[in-house]
């Protein structure tokens, strides 16, 4: 197998995968806007071309992972423009499904075989290798890059047509932004109560009660410390957007979910938008600690 793979777009997800390919014996070519992911990833071993066109030239597998709808359209007219030989082209960003369709149909045009494979995870998992990928699309190339997966993430699997990863991935998403703000909620329930927060996050965690987004975000609320974000509260949001029109789209209401959307709005109006969604405990910090109602005695510390 050639063990060489380009990556567009070096920033939290790309770059963490890109070390674990490089750590893992991956000749990864590298592609960013930004010079100083560009310097960062080259330190780590990753071999930064000049284009996306070059990239495409050089490498039999091509991931992308990028922040916005426009750069995806962008970076897959260079692709379809290289002029190189019909490529596999991983994409692992999340976007709407019809910004995915997009991209599949710009590709496939030129012969490229397009994937749709976003990821379950955060920057933090990334880095750790703990991620999921929904990969969907051409299933004998998502075979091909089945051991590509498996050096960078925890599980994949081939869920269908093209678009169901992102379908999946919306599913996923849902949950998280449900458990982030349910943990900052319990969190503040059990300072209320006078428990001690880090014997909290020791117990809860583990528990029936506890959940992924608990373990990693937890531990952040109770140190007050919301940087560097694994994701962004800015992120999230577009993130969120998606997720409600996705639910729209197939007729489904999701009032938990809805439920969590001012949270997040009010982190954003409160200036945390560079910050790790763990910040919404700041939120609930502000709208729920008070004095205790009258009636009722404070806790014993």
Request: net charge neutral.
């Amino acid at each position: 197998m050639d063990k060489t793979v380009g990556i567009v777009g070096l920033g939290i997800m790309g770059g963490a995968i890109a070390r674990n390919l490089v750590e893992r014996g991956w000749h990864v070519l590298g592609f960013d806007t930004d010079a100083g992911k560009r310097a960062e990833l080259a330190a780590a071993g990753v071999v930064i071309v000049d284009s996306v066109e070059h990239l495409t030239r050089d490498a039999p597998v091509i991931m992308t992972s990028l922040p916005t709808p426009a750069a995806v359209e962008s970076v897959a007219k260079a692709i379809a423009g290289s002029g190189a030989k019909p490529r596999i082209v991983i994409e692992l960003s999340t976007l709407t499904l019809a910004d995915k369709l997009r991209f599949e149909a710009i590709l496939k045009a030129a012969g490229h075989i397009p994937l749709d494979c976003p990821l379950s995870g955060t920057g933090a998992q990334a880095r750790m290798r703990d991620l999921i990928v929904y990969a969907s699309g051409d299933s004998g190339a998502i075979a091909r890059s089945m051991p590509l997966f498996a050096d960078f993430a925890r599980q994949s699997a081939d869920l269908g047509v093209f678009g169901n990863g992102s379908r999946m991935k919306f599913v996923a998403n849902h949950l998280v932004a449900i458990h982030n703000v349910a943990t900052a909620e319990a969190m503040i329930l059990a300072e209320r109560a006078g428990l001690d927060p880090k014997l909290v996050v020791e117990m809860v965690g583990p528990g029936a009660g506890g959940s992924r987004m608990f373990q990693m975000r937890a531990p952040m609320m109770v140190e007050g410390k919301y940087e560097p974000a694994t994701m962004k509260v800015s992120t999230w949001k577009k993130d969120m957007a998606i997720i409600a029109e996705f639910a729209e789209d197939v007729g489904c209401e999701t009032p938990l979910f809805t439920l969590t959307q001012p949270v997040y709005t009010e982190a954003m109006a409160m200036g945390l938008g560079d910050q790790d969604t763990a910040a919404v405990f700041e939120v609930l910090k502000k709208t729920i600690i008070g004095t205790p109602k009258e009636g009722r005695s404070k806790p014993n510390h």
